[in-house]
C-alpha cells in the first residue's frame, strides 16, 4: 500500500500563480493520485509499474473564451493552450527524467500518455481536476471545467511525475518562465 500526502504546494493549498504573456493566468498545483489513478495506473501509464510514489501535477490555463460550445474561436484557442502545455510539459518531463524521474505528461485531446506506451483507457484530465481540487464541472457535449475566479474560461492539463514535489516545483519555476509564464 503506498501513502501519499494529499497535496504538496509551496504553501499549503496555494498553487504556483503565474500570468502568461497574454495576460492570462496559470495556476499550477503538485497532488498525491486520484482514486482514480490509484486504481487505474498500469491502465493509464502500463509502462509504470511498482512506482512506489506518484504525484499529479494540475496546469490550469485561464482562456480568452468560456469553453461551454465549440466554435472556431473556441477551438482555435483550445489548441492554443494546448499547445503551449504540451511545449511547457515536455520541457519539464525531459528534465525531470533527466536526473532520473519517470515522468510524463497526459495530451489533454486524446487523454493518453506522450512519452510512454498508452495504456487501455485513456486518462481524463477534467475528473482528476474535480477529484484533486474540486471544481463543478459542466456535463454538455464535452465536459467543462468550473474555476472558483475564471469560470468555465479554463483550460485543464496534467503531467504525472515519480519525482518530489519540491524538485517538479522548483523545476517548475525555472522552466515556466522559458514558455512565456512569469
Not at 103 to 118: E, F, N, Q, V
Not at 149 to 172: C, D, H, K
Request: contains cysteine; charged residues 20%.
Amino acid at each position: 500500500m503506498v501513502n501519499y500526502s494529499p497535496v504538496y504546494t509551496s504553501e499549503q493549498g496555494c498553487p504556483i500563480n503565474l500570468v502568461g504573456e497574454t495576460g492570462q493566468a496559470v495556476q499550477i498545483s503538485i497532488h498525491s493520485p486520484s482514486q482514480y489513478i490509484c486504481a487505474n495506473c498500469e491502465r493509464i501509464l502500463p509502462d509504470w509499474k511498482n512506482q512506489p510514489y506518484l504525484w499529479v501535477v494540475i496546469v490550469l490555463q485561464q482562456s480568452r473564451y468560456q469553453l461551454i460550445k465549440s466554435t472556431p474561436e473556441i477551438e482555435i484557442e483550445k489548441e492554443r493552450l494546448r499547445e503551449k502545455f504540451m511545449r511547457f510539459g515536455c520541457y519539464l518531463a525531459f528534465q525531470l527524467r533527466d536526473i532520473g524521474y519517470l515522468t510524463d505528461l497526459i495530451d489533454p485531446r486524446t487523454g493518453y500518455p506522450l512519452l510512454s506506451h498508452p495504456g487501455e483507457i485513456p486518462h481524463n484530465d477534467t475528473a482528476v481536476v474535480k477529484a484533486l481540487l474540486n471544481y463543478r464541472v459542466i456535463k454538455n457535449k464535452c465536459r467543462v471545467l468550473v474555476h472558483p475566479l475564471w469560470g468555465a474560461a479554463v483550460y485543464p492539463s496534467i503531467l504525472i511525475s515519480a519525482a518530489p514535489p519540491r524538485i517538479i516545483e522548483t523545476f517548475t519555476k525555472d522552466i515556466a518562465p522559458l514558455h512565456g509564464w512569469y
